[in-house]
Each structure stands twice: as C-alpha cells, then as structure tokens.
C-alpha cells in the first residue's frame, strides 16, 4: 500500500469506517489525494482527502455543491457517503461513454441547470474552494463587478501568480475589467458548477451524465461553457456545444467571449500548480490587446 492510499484508509477509519480494508488509487484530480475503496458489504466508495486540508469546511461545502446541483438543478451527482474536516467519502460513478449520444444528453442536462436556476444576485450564501483556494462568493448584484473583483482581480494576490504577471500584465488585466461591460453581454446569474472542465464530466450506472468536484455560484452560465470549451474536449464532445447553443439561445459570437471568461480559471490555475500548464501564457495572450502601448 503507498503512503497515499495509507493515508485515505487511516482516515476512513478515524472516520468510523472500519469495515473498509484497502484502499486503490484513483487519477484524475489535481488538487486532492483520492482512491477508491470497498465497504465490508461490497459496496464500492470513492474517498477523497488532503494532507492537510485548506480548510475545516473545505468538504463540508462540496458535499453541498454536489447536493444543491442534484436538487435544485436536476443534475446527477454521487450521492455523500460522508463530509468531514479530513475526509469526503462518495458513491462510485463510472468513466463517461465517449460517444455523441452522451455529449448530446449532457447538453441538455448543462442547458436544463442553466435556464431553471437563475437568481437576481451573483454569488453565494458562503465562500467555497476551488482546488486548494477560497472562492469568494460576496454577493453582489452586479454582475461584471462580481466577475472582475471576485473572478479575476481576487487572483491578483496570490504568490506564483505575482511571479508569473508583470506589472504590465496585472495593468492590462485591471484595464480588461474595467471594460467588461464593453466586451460581455448582459447575462443573468444562474447555478453554476463552478470547474466544469472535462475530467469532471462522468456517468452514472445508468449511463446519464454525471458531475463531480463542484465549486458552486450563481454567476454567468458561460462561466461553465468557457471551461469546457478552452480544456480539449473530446472530438465527440462537439455536438455538446451546438446543442447548447442552440437550446440556450446562444449569438453567435460565444465563441469569442471564451478566453475572456476563462481568465478566471487560468488564473486559479497559475496560483495553485506549478507547471501551470501554458496558463500564464494563456492570460498574456488573453491581455495582449488591453496592455497599454507607449
């Protein structure tokens, strides 16, 4: 047994789960420690934790992302096992079917949560985690203003990502907030998921579309649309986007917006990993028209 899956079993049991007796590595996450485990009945969990964890509240508030997407917005999500300082234990999902019949259902499920949970207010009742950092979540009734300062401007303060942006950098990201009612259109708020890239698209049983690691608000939809779409979906994922744009009445220009919104991600990127994986370049290029020439 590694020192990882040591680690989730030791706290499965301080947790009271004692008929767990060993415990498999799971991939996938970049910011927590998981594996997946069998209670002494057969049934099957998944158990995620981290070494030290950002937070008392940092499971608390996933199991309620995954909970009030499941029932407000009609979205399957595993079912919490268990939520505690040290430790989230989940039902098992499956892999999603690489097929463009699921991606299809997926878009109707996305388009579904979007239309039937909008809010006159952007933000969230608490702060939540994105990874290993706070999401802000201050309510605001503006939403460019909620975007710019708890979106991108939060991320301003981190320690890798003053490393990786230049004052011209930070500049420009300042000037592209002050415009943001220039660039973006008027959106409503409406629950969003929050880290809707790709690995956390997954099936049920059953095969239905299924959603995981939730950094939930009531923000823009395209908050979610441009973090599957900026990450290399699958080929098969294509009809996903024609098909939300089509039952959410999206313009046209969609497309355009997506490095705009996706800012925000690659900035919490930036702060939390390090390679970054491009993202840093990614924001450059994003700010390349909003650097001031002299």
Same mark, same amino acid.
């Given at each position: 047994?590694?020192?990882?899956?040591?680690?989730?079993?030791?706290?499965?049991?301080?947790?009271?789960?004692?008929?767990?007796?060993?415990?498999?590595?799971?991939?996938?996450?970049? $910011?927590?420690?998981?594996?997946?485990?069998?209670?002494?009945?057969?049934?099957?969990?998944? *158990?995620?934790?981290?070494?030290?964890?950002?937070? =008392?509240? %940092?499971?608390?508030?996933?199991?309620?992302?995954?909970? %009030?997407?499941?029932?407000?917005?009609?979205?399957?999500? +595993?079912?919490?096992?268990?939520?505690?300082?040290?430790?989230?234990?989940?039902?098992?999902? !499956?892999?999603?079917?690489?097929? #463009?019949? @699921?991606?299809? #259902?997926?878009?109707?499920?996305?388009? !579904?949560?979007?239309?039937?949970?909008?809010? &006159?207010?952007?933000?969230?009742?608490?702060?939540?985690?994105?990874?290993?950092?706070?999401?802000?979540?201050?309510?605001?009734?503006?939403?460019?203003?909620?975007?710019?300062?708890? !979106?991108?401007?939060?991320?301003?303060?981190?320690?890798? *990502?003053?490393? /990786?942006?230049?004052?011209?950098? !930070? /500049?420009?990201?300042?000037?592209?907030?002050?415009?943001? &009612?220039?660039?973006?259109?008027?959106?409503?708020?409406?629950?969003?998921?929050?880290?809707?890239?790709?690995?956390?698209?997954? $099936?049920? +049983?059953?095969?239905? &579309?299924?959603?995981?690691? +939730?950094? %939930?608000?009531?923000?823009?939809?395209?908050?979610?649309?441009?973090?599957?779409?900026?990450?290399?979906?699958? +080929?098969? /994922?294509?009809?996903?986007?024609?098909?939300?744009?089509?039952?959410?009445?999206?313009?046209?220009?969609?497309? =355009? #917006?997506?490095?705009?919104?996706?800012?925000?991600?690659?900035?919490?990127?930036?702060?939390?990993?390090?390679?970054?994986?491009?993202?840093?370049?990614?924001?450059?290029?994003?700010?390349?028209? @909003?650097?001031?020439?002299?």
């Amino acid at each position: 047994m590694t020192d990882t899956t040591s680690l989730l079993l030791e706290r499965l049991h301080a947790a009271g789960l004692t008929d767990v007796a060993a415990v498999e590595p799971a991939t996938g996450g970049l $910011a927590a420690t998981a594996g997946l485990a069998r209670r002494g009945d057969g049934t099957p969990v998944f *158990v995620k934790a981290f070494g030290e964890p950002p937070s =008392d509240d %940092v499971f608390a508030a996933e199991a309620e992302g995954l909970t %009030v997407l499941r029932e407000a917005g009609g979205v399957a999500t +595993p079912e919490v096992v268990l939520a505690g300082r040290d430790l989230l234990v989940l039902s098992v999902l !499956r892999p999603r079917p690489g097929t #463009r019949a @699921f991606w299809e #259902r997926f878009a109707h499920t996305l388009a !579904r949560l979007h239309t039937t949970t909008r809010h &006159p207010r952007f933000g969230w009742h608490r702060d939540n985690w994105l990874g290993r950092r706070r999401q802000v979540n201050t309510w605001d009734d503006d939403g460019f203003e909620f975007f710019a300062r708890h !979106r991108l401007l939060r991320w301003l303060g981190e320690p890798r *990502v003053r490393q /990786a942006l230049d004052g011209a950098d !930070r /500049a420009a990201l300042e000037r592209l907030c002050a415009r943001l &009612p220039e660039l973006l259109p008027v959106r409503p708020a409406c629950l969003t998921h929050g880290d809707l890239w790709a690995q956390n698209v997954m $099936a049920t +049983p059953d095969g239905r &579309p299924a959603l995981i690691d +939730p950094a %939930v608000s009531y923000t823009w939809a395209e908050v979610d649309l441009a973090h599957i779409w900026t990450t290399a979906p699958p +080929p098969e /994922a294509q009809v996903f986007f024609e098909l939300y744009a089509e039952l959410t009445g999206l313009d046209r220009d969609w497309r =355009d #917006r997506m490095p705009i919104i996706q800012l925000r991600q690659h900035l919490a990127v930036i702060a939390q990993f390090d390679p970054d994986w491009g993202a840093a370049d990614l924001v450059r290029a994003t700010l390349a028209p @909003f650097r001031r020439r002299l």
